[in-house]
């Protein structure tokens, strides 16, 4: 499992305070979420800071042929849904380092 609070990315004007704070989907990556944030015009529209987290779990390899054609690796996820017996596991392991990245990295 990596740290959370390995080097976040930031991008945007964090003076106010206040960040947005992305995270990516399922066996992604930031360089994704900054692809989607980019297109949804986060940086623009809240004048703040925009800050991403990358899962804590390393991923087999990307969600789909798309990201995989477009992204470079490596890919992170927050659970892998095929795990039953480690599922609630990972997920209480995430909550656990957005929580932290939260508390350590509050601005």
């Not at 959370?4 to 106010?16: C, E, F, K, L």
Request: glycine content about 10%.
């Amino acid at each position: 499992i990596r740290s959370p609070v390995n080097a976040p990315a930031r991008t945007g004007d964090s003076s106010t305070g206040r960040n947005i704070l992305c995270l990516h989907g399922w066996r992604s990556n930031n360089d994704v979420s900054r692809m989607h944030a980019r297109a949804l015009g986060l940086k623009g529209h809240f004048k703040s800071g925009v800050v991403y987290l990358q899962g804590p779990h390393s991923a087999e390899g990307p969600a789909d042929a798309a990201t995989d054609e477009f992204f470079d690796g490596p890919f992170y996820s927050w659970f892998e849904p095929d795990d039953e017996r480690g599922r609630a596991d990972q997920l209480l392991q995430s909550l656990q380092s957005v929580v932290s990245f939260v508390k350590n990295h509050h601005e």
